[in-house]
């Protein structure tokens, strides 16, 4: 079975700092892999997906996130942190390969507090 | 145009009650879930329907039963609500999931959130 582990629940920075928020998988045989955030009150958002190819991913909002296999890793980054980047994050993942595991899995999110 | 569409937006009902929330997509998406989101924000599928049909159906009570009258809606009904059913609900939806679409991206609506007392 697939799984995700977003190993802090909390991740404080400041404006203008480098942010990162972590994310690990577990999956058998490759991966497709996701960020999405949530904002207050509302729905799911989709940031950034890794399919192949490159290993840095480029999405929305100035956001990247890379994909480090040997690591089973997929960690979000952002070179300069804006007040408005407070939100929830979530990192997901779902196998390539074809089968029954094939609905896409959440970690338990990061709450991303930027400070002025 | 709001792309998925759920309400109500709130919904409060006593134990023992029968409620619905409704879900529509104008994405032309035929693939739509629901996922139940907990106090503490984690989120966790619930159903999966592909074409009117239920490809997900994870461990979930008899009391939740989903509804897809076509490709455009999907309904959650639950029976004799219970406390532990307060939570709020997304619904979302894709394009179909095949051998090569496992990438599609998901669009969530903005929730349901249901009490209750």
């Known amino acids: 079975a697939q799984s995700v582990a977003q190993p802090e629940d909390q991740v404080n920075v400041a404006e203008g700092n480098p942010l990162t928020v972590k994310c690990t998988y577990s999956v058998s045989g490759n991966p497709y892999l996701f960020w999405y955030v949530q904002y207050p009150n509302r729905g799911l958002q989709f940031l950034l997906k890794?399919?192949?190819?490159?290993?840095l991913v480029k999405g929305s909002y100035g956001f990247e996130a890379e994909f480090n296999k040997s690591q089973t890793s997929f960690h979000l980054k952002k070179p300069s942190a804006l007040v408005s980047d407070s939100a929830l994050y979530f990192c997901?993942?779902?196998?390539?390969?074809?089968?029954?595991?094939?609905?896409?899995?959440f970690g338990s999110g990061t709450q991303l507090t930027v400070l002025p | 145009d709001t792309a998925v569409s759920q309400t109500p937006k709130y919904l409060v009902t006593q134990m023992g009650n029968d409620k619905s929330i409704k879900c529509e997509q104008n994405?032309?998406?035929?693939?739509m879930y629901w996922y139940k989101q907990d106090s503490k924000k984690f989120l966790k599928i619930m159903f999966s329907?592909?074409?009117?049909?239920?490809?997900i159906n994870e461990t979930v009570p008899n009391r939740f039963s989903p509804k897809s009258p076509d490709k455009a809606h999907l309904n959650l009904h639950i029976n004799s609500l219970e406390l532990g059913d307060s939570a709020v609900y997304f619904c979302?939806?894709?394009?179909?999931?095949?051998?090569?679409?496992?990438?599609?991206?998901?669009?969530f609506g903005a929730g349901s959130r249901l009490t209750v007392l």
């Open positions: 979302a939806s894709s394009r179909r999931q095949g051998a090569s679409s496992g990438a599609n991206v998901l669009t």
């Open positions: 890794y399919i192949t190819g490159d290993n």
């Open positions: 329907y592909n074409n009117k049909e239920l490809i």
């Open positions: 994405l032309g998406h035929d693939t």
């Open positions: 997901a993942v779902r196998p390539i390969s074809s089968g029954s595991a094939r609905q896409l899995t």
